[in-house]
């Protein structure tokens, strides 16, 4: 059932462009429409939001990070994004006015479930983005978004968080539809780019082997650092939780303009860091943040793993180890970035003997709170 894949997560991590395209199958076209009829919240109601909270965990809640950015930036609706277990404790402010949009991939994860609970008894709408036909969490929302992964079967979550990505853009997307913004002819292109995506993701596959050896090669360190901004600032915690649970290692995602404040005094010879660079063009200004950032932490004797899209020639003399992914819109290259960072955690787990489908003490899904 492997399909000749030494573990599922290999396999998942291979199926992702389908898992994208299935995602977004009869959602979006090449014209640049958005259809989501099957987002049953009346027009009307979606049009009085006036603020989305985003409730999830692990893997699921850094996909709420990345959805934050992009529902802001295309419906201008204030976003928060909490972790489930904190949610209800914190006598959270909603009302009938607030979208509560619930990550799980299982749908059946307990902290999530509750979170979801008490937004509905405060009267808010709750729409479900879960990858599990039938499940708890899409039973009891309003609206269910699927993403169309189809069955995550290894523990640590790929293929899930990538369609998760894409049901995010979609609902951000599909707001800024209903509501008329200013960015109609942006949400037209993105939503083009959007079809175009799983071909770049299938690109990034092809192009692992460097990532491989290079995880192999960094099987006996301690620790690996992970640094980025704006949206590649989650792809970083991901990275890091991807190499916590597989490899058993302490990894650490940093924002990083965090890193003067305090992370930078971790730095020291050899140590491993991998930098997710945003786009040279669009929010250039982080690029060229980002491109000192990496020569700081250099000149301070880190290894350097850089992780840039093609074409980016600033990065290159501080680059330890070159990763290209493709370009796409700023707000997209999650879907690309994320993809080396999972084979590096898989590889190095592997190469540390860990078993990669059953990682230790973690469940595939968590049904207590
Ligand atoms: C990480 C991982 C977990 C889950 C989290 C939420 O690889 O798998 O962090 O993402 O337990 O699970 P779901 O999405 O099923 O609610």
């Given at each position: 059932?492997?399909?000749?894949?030494?573990s599922?997560?290999?396999?998942?991590?291979?199926?992702?462009?389908?898992?994208?395209?299935?995602?977004?199958?009869?959602?979006?076209?090449?014209?640049?429409?958005?259809?989501?009829?099957?987002?049953?919240?009346?027009?009307?109601?979606?049009?009085?939001?006036?603020?989305?909270?985003?409730?999830?965990?692990?893997?699921?809640?850094?996909?709420?990070?990345?959805?934050?950015?992009?529902?802001?930036?295309?419906?201008?609706?204030?976003?928060?994004?909490?972790?489930?277990?904190?949610?209800?404790?914190?006598?959270?402010?909603?009302?009938?006015?607030?979208?509560?949009?619930?990550?799980s991939?299982?749908?059946?994860?307990?902290?999530?479930?509750?979170?979801?609970?008490?937004?509905?008894?405060?009267?808010?709408?709750?729409?479900?983005?879960?990858?599990?036909?039938?499940?708890?969490?899409?039973?009891?929302?309003?609206?269910?978004?699927?993403?169309?992964?189809?069955?995550e079967?290894?523990?640590a979550?790929?293929?899930?968080?990538?369609t998760?990505?894409?049901?995010c853009?979609?609902?951000?997307?599909?707001?800024?539809?209903?509501?008329?913004?200013k960015?109609?002819?942006?949400?037209?292109?993105?939503?083009?780019?959007?079809?175009?995506?799983?071909?770049?993701?299938?690109?990034?596959l092809?192009?692992?082997?460097?990532?491989?050896?290079?995880?192999?090669?960094?099987?006996?360190?301690?620790?690996?650092?992970?640094?980025?901004?704006?949206?590649?600032?989650p792809?970083?915690?991901?990275?890091a939780?991807?190499?916590?649970?597989?490899?058993?290692?302490?990894?650490?995602?940093?924002?990083?303009?965090?890193?003067?404040?305090?992370?930078?005094?971790?730095?020291?010879?050899?140590?491993p860091?991998?930098?997710?660079?945003p786009?040279?063009?669009?929010?250039?200004?982080?690029?060229?943040?980002?491109v000192?950032?990496?020569?700081?932490i250099?000149?301070?004797?880190?290894?350097t793993?850089?992780?840039?899209?093609?074409?980016?020639?600033?990065?290159?003399?501080?680059?330890?180890?070159?990763v290209r992914?493709?370009?796409?819109?700023?707000?997209?290259q999650?879907?690309?970035?994320?993809?080396?960072l999972?084979?590096?955690?898989?590889?190095?787990a592997?190469?540390?003997?860990?078993?990669?489908?059953?990682?230790?003490?973690?469940?595939?899904?968590?049904?207590?709170?």
């Amino acid at each position: 059932e492997k399909g000749g894949y030494a573990s599922f997560m290999l396999k998942e991590i291979a199926e992702q462009p389908k898992a994208i395209a299935d995602t977004l199958l009869g959602r979006v076209d090449g014209s640049g429409t958005l259809s989501l009829d099957e987002v049953r919240i009346p027009t009307a109601v979606l049009r009085e939001v006036d603020k989305v909270v985003v409730v999830a965990c692990g893997t699921a809640y850094h996909a709420g990070l990345i959805a934050k950015y992009a529902i802001e930036h295309w419906t201008r609706i204030p976003c928060e994004v909490e972790l489930a277990s904190e949610f209800r404790y914190r006598d959270p402010i909603l009302d009938q006015q607030t979208l509560v949009v619930a990550i799980s991939q299982s749908g059946e994860t307990m902290d999530t479930l509750m979170a979801l609970r008490h937004a509905r008894e405060q009267g808010a709408k709750v729409l479900a983005i879960c990858n599990t036909n039938g499940s708890t969490i899409p039973r009891e929302s309003d609206a269910v978004l699927y993403t169309h992964a189809g069955p995550e079967v290894a523990v640590a979550s790929t293929k899930a968080f990538l369609t998760q990505l894409v049901a995010c853009y979609l609902v951000a997307l599909y707001l800024g539809q209903v509501r008329g913004t200013k960015y109609g002819d942006e949400i037209r292109d993105v939503v083009r780019d959007l079809s175009r995506i799983s071909g770049a993701v299938e690109q990034v596959l092809e192009t692992m082997e460097p990532v491989r050896e290079l995880a192999r090669s960094l099987a006996h360190k301690d620790t690996v650092l992970f640094l980025g901004r704006h949206v590649g600032h989650p792809v970083a915690l991901e990275g890091a939780l991807k190499l916590k649970e597989l490899a058993y290692m302490h990894a650490e995602g940093f924002a990083a303009g965090e890193l003067k404040h305090g992370p930078i005094a971790l730095i020291e010879e050899d140590l491993p860091v991998v930098v997710v660079v945003p786009s040279p063009r669009g929010r250039s200004v982080l690029h060229d943040k980002i491109v000192s950032n990496i020569q700081e932490i250099r000149a301070r004797g880190a290894r350097t793993v850089v992780i840039a899209e093609e074409g980016d020639e600033a990065v290159v003399p501080y680059a330890d180890h070159l990763v290209r992914v493709p370009a796409t819109p700023t707000l997209l290259q999650p879907l690309v970035a994320t993809v080396p960072l999972q084979v590096f955690a898989c590889e190095l787990a592997t190469a540390r003997g860990n078993e990669v489908d059953q990682p230790r003490n973690l469940a595939k899904s968590v049904t207590v709170e």
